[in-house]
Nanobody
Framework: VQLVESGGGSVQAGGSLRLSCAASEYTYSSSCMGWFRQAAGKGREGVAAIDSDGATSYADFVKGRFTISKDNAKNTLYLLMNSLKPEDTAMYYC?????????????????WGQGTQVTVSR
């Protein structure tokens, strides 16, 4: 069971980043995979999720700016983040979970990566 995120970094407001999450085949076969984030001093919140059929869900605060996708051949999950804002600054985590993951509830996700830091400056 392994999830390894990459692609974080520092960017100016309005910029873009693409996060990647390399998953072991076992975790990639989970019903749902998602991205969560946790800003300093705040709780972890759902950002986006995608199920095995390709259906997606997004938190309202990223709709129209972020896109979740996956490459089944590479067992890799992605999060393309455009029009980044300073309030998007957080540690971003990849997670794998069960069939209700599109609701973006932490309780539905069983496996977690170590996170990758995203910092957006004004």
């Amino acid at each position: 069971v392994q999830l390894v995120e990459s692609g974080g970094g520092s960017v100016q407001a309005g910029g873009s980043l693409r996060l990647s999450c390399a998953a072991s085949e076992y975790t990639y076969s989970s019903s749902c995979m998602g991205w969560f984030r946790q800003a300093a001093g705040k709780g972890r919140e759902g950002v986006a999720a995608i199920d095995s059929d390709g259906a997606t869900s997004y938190a309202d605060f990223v709709k129209g700016r972020f896109t979740i996708s996956k490459d089944n051949a590479k067992n890799t999950l992605y999060l393309l983040m455009n029009s980044l804002k300073p309030e998007d600054t957080a540690m971003y985590y990849c997670a794998a979970g069960g069939p209700f993951g599109l609701v973006l509830d932490l309780a539905d996700f069983d496996y977690w990566g170590q996170g990758t830091q995203v910092t957006v400056s004004r």
